[in-house]
């Protein structure tokens, strides 16, 4: 047996963060995080409870009841979300055009469903008329889409029109916005969405720990009407119905220092305004797109379904992007991050994310990045590029 | 759709934890959570990770290699144990002795399993006769145990009998070691438990948020060896394994914060050393048990199983114990805890944990509780009790 290992201070590198998450989190948020904590039982948790609950609904435009953090990262909220919403028997129609559509599949499956696939390219948004044909064809009982597709850097458009197809045939819809929340529009209840899931370190700049969800009246009811109990216990809405409803009984010992640091990094949404923090997100991306264009990259959405908090830029002929996002690491202390499946090798994926969307940090980004593609021979211009970017900002 | 919150700054009470957990926080530990982040795929979190691992061996004495902190609080490591060690049509023996074996059940049965029970009476640890007749009789696949059972107050002893039991029969022997670790004597590799979860926010003194969990090789060849994948995505160890293992490659965003306080909860414990960690808990819930005792109460649990790190005390005759938790909480920003399930209202739970175990926690925890209690109007000693607290530290 080893004797105790031998580990010095905590001192990771002070990296400026501009991957697909997390984000930079502001120094409120970090602050928030070193609070003495009370109990997960305690009268004034409660009270941080519903005050945390009140910011989600807000943030996610809703006015749905049950809207809570769930205990872990993003993938929790999205397990909580699928596992709970399909029953087996239930058939969910997934979309093939990115990375999180697999994951969702993957879900559906361990949730005892099964899965139907509606496809489109990667890089794509789904067409309407591919959602109609699929439920023609399959019936789906859940369906579920991707808002803002991190791996691809495609924002989902017309989702009030998938949602009424679905609605139309009596599915339930569940929304992916772990990229969207609190930087892209989002509208759950305008736009129809039953269930939507999100994670906490992309635009709300919050660390990884406690995930946004909300479901409506309708997808609570299929939840609370299940046949057989969730199979995650840990994830079980029904259970967690009691600690985050009005009961507020024991289920799990909450991660009382996340919900802090959601609560402070949900303050900042609200003091800024959510329509207010959607336009900055969009102005500070513009800003980084106008610099890679002029740099002489092109983006791999068009302007019709580019998702600003994740910029998807296509790797300039002839550089290898592993070895580009290595240098920016270890000479800038700035990440980025490759593509993945279909696009892997082809993309940088340029995350502009809460605190992260800020002119310094896209200043950065603009001017490091031009000088390590110049670097590695890239035809580019690079002083163009920062040019472009200072006149946005 | 509401306008956004007012929502103020956050100003919890200052509370002094001494119930079942959280524990009160080391500073050390809430500093380390106001440390900016870097990406959880960042070659330096990759050496943290590698540190919290060797950490984490340290503290429960193993050399296993899958030995890592779970996305989540304590029941998401429960679930990861049991959720993947349990396959469908296999039988999990399961306590009946308190709380936590109730839920071992639930997620054998929700991982697909057969469950069956081995007797005691809630405040009492089971014995090995009793284990081996409910091997002889069901020959379980999977035998769960809680080490120390949050609920009662009690420390299960003969653990390596209980294991040499389970192991004659070819089971794997699965350990709740929750309210054990850092606090209590627990030898995972000498005793012979192939996999134990833990949570941070007891005697580690770590906010929730990220749960040790270890798995020796012959756990670890059942869960890559299944039929059908684990039921949780969010939890299946195959694809951890990934992560945590030697390709450290993306699963999902692990909760980077909740990984740098466990670093340094852990660190703090290899400081002080485990011998003596354990040591200080049994003296410091000493000094707080000859206190309640000289006070002219009871302990509900005998010395011989006696849990250092959870006192359960007999409420006095004519006590109400909800209104003297109240009244801690209230006049005294103090947190202790009443009686669950069969001990409901009969005991009040005393946690003595991480960093609240030490003697201005146990001193004022003996004179508010004596004062509160007499002017209550029990029939106890409190100057006694303080006294003989003050004696034994």
């Not at 201070?9 to 002070?14: A, C, I, K, R, S």
């Not at 005892?112 to 794509?124: L, R, T």
């Not at 029109?161 to 009596?170: K, P, V």
């Not at 990229?179 to 305008?190: A, M, N, Q, W």
Request: hydrophobic share 40%.
């Amino acid at each position: 047996m080893q004797d105790a290992p031998q580990v010095g201070e905590l001192t990771p590198p002070n990296r400026t963060l501009m991957g697909p998450g997390p984000s930079d989190v502001n120094p409120r948020v970090l602050r928030a995080m070193s609070t003495p904590l009370v109990g997960h039982l305690d009268p004034s948790f409660i009270e941080i409870m519903n005050e945390v609950q009140d910011l989600l609904r807000y943030t996610f435009r809703t006015d749905n009841k049950w809207t809570i953090p769930v205990s872990g990262t993003g993938s929790a909220a999205m397990e909580a979300a699928i596992g709970n919403v399909v029953e087996p028997g239930d058939t969910m129609l997934v979309p093939t055009n990115g990375y999180f559509g697999g994951r969702m599949a993957e879900m559906a499956r361990r949730a005892g469903g099964e899965v139907v696939e509606v496809d489109a390219p990667w890089g794509e948004p789904l067409s309407p008329s591919a959602v109609a044909d699929a439920f023609d064809e399959h019936q789906p009982d859940v369906f579920g889409f991707v808002h803002a597709e991190t791996s691809t850097g495609v924002r989902q458009p017309n989702v009030s029109e998938l949602t009424g197809i679905a609605h139309e045939h009596d599915a339930l819809v569940v929304a992916d916005s772990v990229t969207s929340i609190g930087g892209v529009e989002l509208r759950v209840d305008e736009w129809g969405i039953d269930v939507a899931y999100a994670g906490p370190q992309k635009c709300l700049s919050c660390p990884p720990g406690a995930s946004p969800l909300t479901l409506n009246d309708d997808a609570m009811d299929k939840v609370l009407s299940r046949e057989e109990p969730a199979r995650s216990w840990y994830l079980d809405l029904s259970l967690l119905e009691g600690y985050w409803g009005d009961e507020r009984a024991y289920h799990h010992t909450a991660p009382i220092t996340n919900v802090y640091a959601l609560r402070e990094a949900l303050r900042l949404v609200a003091e800024e305004g959510i329509a207010s923090r959607w336009k900055r997100h969009e102005r500070m991306a513009g800003a980084l797109k106008a610099g890679v264009k002029a740099m002489g990259m092109e983006m791999n959405a068009p302007d019709e379904y580019w998702l600003p908090s994740l910029n998807a830029v296509r790797v300039p002929a002839g550089v290898d992007d592993g070895t580009v996002i290595s240098r920016l690491l270890d000479e800038y202390d700035l990440e980025i991050a490759g593509g993945l499946g279909d696009l892997s090798g082809e993309i940088f994926r340029i995350g502009c994310m809460g605190h992260s969307a800020r002119p310094k940090n896209v200043t950065y980004l603009v001017n490091a990045l031009g000088s390590v593609l110049a670097d590695e021979g890239a035809d580019i211009d690079a002083a163009a590029g920062a040019e472009a970017t200072a006149e946005k900002l």
